[in-house]
C-alpha cells in the first residue's frame, strides 16, 4: 500500500483543515488506518485510528483531540480523512497517516505496529 498525505497549511486558531490520505496498490478499507502527529522535538503520537471494515469501522481518538477531529474514510475512492475542527496552537505538527493489517486494538496506538506510511503533511496553527 502506498499512501499519500494530503491538505496540511496555516491556520488561525479555532480554524479547520481536512486532511486527506490515498491509497494506491490494495483497497484501502480493510486496513486499520491511523493519523499521527509528530511536533519539533517531540515523539510521534496518536491523534485517531479507524479499524479496517472487516473489524467494523470503529473509530478511537486521542483525548487531546476527542470532539474535535473526525476521523473517515471513503471505499469508492480509497482514501481516509482526518477532518480537524476547533484547531488549537497546540495541535501544531505534521501529521502522518498510516495503514496496518492485523493490529490488535490495544496496539492500535503504537506507530510501530503500523507496516504503511504516508510522507507527512505539515499543519500549523497560529493563535
Known amino acids: 500500500v502506498q499512501l499519500q498525505a494530503s491538505g496540511g497549511g496555516l491556520v488561525q486558531a479555532g480554524g479547520s483543515l481536512r486532511l486527506s490520505c490515498a491509497a494506491s496498490?490494495?483497497?484501502?478499507?480493510?486496513?486499520?488506518t491511523a493519523w499521527f502527529r509528530q511536533a519539533p522535538g517531540n515523539e510521534r503520537e496518536f491523534v485517531a485510528v479507524?479499524?479496517?471494515?472487516?473489524?467494523?469501522?470503529?473509530?478511537h481518538y486521542a483525548d487531546s483531540v476527542k470532539g474535535r477531529f473526525t476521523i473517515s474514510r471513503d471505499t469508492a475512492k480509497n482514501t481516509g480523512y482526518l477532518q480537524m475542527d476547533r484547531l488549537k496552537p497546540e495541535d501544531t505538527a505534521v501529521y502522518y497517516c498510516?495503514?496496518?493489517?492485523?493490529?490488535?486494538?490495544?496496539?492500535?496506538?503504537?506507530?510501530?505496529?503500523?507496516?504503511?506510511w504516508g510522507q507527512g503533511t505539515l499543519v500549523t496553527v497560529s493563535s
Open positions: 496498490g490494495r483497497t484501502f478499507s480493510r486496513y486499520t
Open positions: 498510516a495503514a496496518g493489517a492485523g493490529i490488535i486494538w490495544s496496539s492500535m496506538f503504537n506507530p510501530g505496529n503500523y507496516d504503511y
Open positions: 479507524i479499524r479496517g471494515s472487516g473489524s467494523g469501522g470503529s473509530t
